[in-house]
């Protein structure tokens, strides 16, 4: 069978190649991959800058966010119900991955499927243990490739409200960093909560993402203008830009929570005003922290959004994906700038 791979460290490898095709083991269930989405950790591990082979193999088969259609009955699925696959795998030695929350993996010696020294699920036929599955209901459909980046978004949020409810806190406004697959999820979701939502990021007022930002009835600023915004009880940064984490303290207000989703690995410095971190961080009880990957409950949580989020603007989520191709125009996706694209491959 064909499936996408790439031989991790080495830049430019990304290939459609043949591969063994799987056997589903004793509790495991056959896949059948629909449509696997494409995000800036794959276009990372294609350029040789991050990801893992599994051990004694050469090259990592791609792709970690799923939708699939179960090709046989087993482990309480019947064939063509549609799934997606959590992501990340116990560690198996530490008390967060015994408690069942390897998102919050101790030692950090998890394991990643389409990621970390554990194939991922582009390709023509996939096997995964019923526990790692999550159910997609049919009304959702091909949205249901966005499970993954929405578990993300599910799990910031509901992290940045245990935060900020260690004190009374009822946020009204928020700012998201960033309109790619998390930031526009981001902010859906939080319009879905009754929030003023701004979201900031590099395209014009008039472009495509500007539209489907105002299309959830938040509003969209570009970030040059992000001075005029006023300040915010959270914000959520997912563009990736360590200057803008570095802002993201100097937006809130007393009491507020800044999260981090984004992810900027370039060498540099950035800088934060000496009194916001000593003086407004402290009077104004302000908290920033770090978030990744997803809790099971937080993928539960993301499929229930992602249908209301259908449910309330069905226009505009038929617009979240808004490029599909074959496996093999594979750059294609990896170029694209919009807000999600998939490869599919059924």
Known sequence: MQALVVTPGAAATARLADVFEPRAAP????????????CGTDAEICAGLFGSAPKGE???????????????????FAAGDLVAATVRR???????????????????????????????????LACERPEHLVPIPRELGRLGVLAEPASVCARAIR??????????????????????????LATFFLRLEGLEVLTAS???????????????????????????SGDFDLVVEAAGSGELMARALGLLRRNGVACILGIDGHSGQVSVDRRTLGVDVVIGNRALFGSVNAARQDWARAVELLVEVGTRW???????????VEPGRFQEAFDYTGVKATLRFA
């Open 27 to 38: 509790g495991e269930v056959l896949l059948r991959p629909l449509e696997i989405g494409v």
């Open 58 to 76: 050469g090259h990592l088969i791609l792709g970690h966010e799923l939708l699939a259609e179960v090709a046989a009955d087993g482990g309480g």
């Open 314 to 324: 069905p226009d505009a989520a038929t617009r979240l994906v808004g490029l599909r």
């Open 90 to 124: 116990s560690c198996r030695r530490c008390a967060a991955c015994a408690a069942g929350f390897p998102d919050a993996c101790l030692t950090g010696d998890y394991l990643e499927r389409g990621i970390t020294r554990l194939h991922g699920f582009a390709s023509e």
């Open 202 to 228: 590099r395209e014009g007022a008039g472009s495509d993402k500007a539209e489907l930002v105002g299309a959830s009835g938040a509003s969209y600023l570009p970030v040059s203008d992000l001075e005029e």
């Open 159 to 184: 992290h940045a409200r245990s935060i900020g409810g260690r004190q009374p806190w009822e946020p009204a406004r928020a700012l998201v960093l960033g309109a790619g697959a998390v930031g526009m």
